[in-house]
């Protein structure tokens, strides 16, 4: 894979097999970057992640793009596990492939983040008093990452 973005709960698309137990933390919300930009020119940047399954991995391995070009993967295994991106009815393919660059690479190191490391938090020291926190690298509300 092109990508370091291989991991594992649910899809609009069939990944989910319920509800999440209590304490499990299945979708992680988000602020892009920049936003998308719609065919009538809206600008969504709020946005939700759910965690990925098996088969949100494996089923975009059989499809032709991917086969033809591996650097698809990335753009199949994101539109099937963004939940919501403000208002656009259904985050497929072709809105992945519409996103700035820098959204990408955001969404991205999202999902590593919260497939593989558990969290979508990042431990921080602050540069003037070395303060060591953690902040939320989804964003809580628009502008704030």
Do not use: K
Not at 73 to 79: A, E, Q, R
Request: aromatic share 6%; glycine share 10%; charged share 20%.
């Amino acid at each position: 894979m092109a990508l370091d973005l291989i991991a594992g709960p649910a899809a609009a698309s069939g990944g989910a097999s319920g509800p999440a137990p209590a304490g499990l933390r299945t979708e992680f919300p988000f602020v892009l970057p920049r936003g998308y930009v719609d065919d009538a020119g809206t600008l969504h940047r709020e946005g939700a992640m759910r965690l990925a399954t098996a088969r949100d991995e494996i089923l975009p391995l059989r499809d032709p793009r991917v086969r033809e070009n591996e650097a698809y993967l990335t753009v199949i295994l994101l539109s099937r596990v963004v939940s919501r991106l403000g208002t656009v009815s259904m985050v497929t393919p072709q809105v992945i492939e519409g996103m700035f660059a820098s959204d990408l690479a955001f969404l991205q190191d999202l999902y590593r983040r919260v497939n593989q490391e558990g969290t979508s938090q990042a431990s921080v020291t602050c540069p003037a008093c070395r303060h060591e926190f953690s902040v939320e690298i989804g964003g809580a509300s628009p502008g704030e990452s």
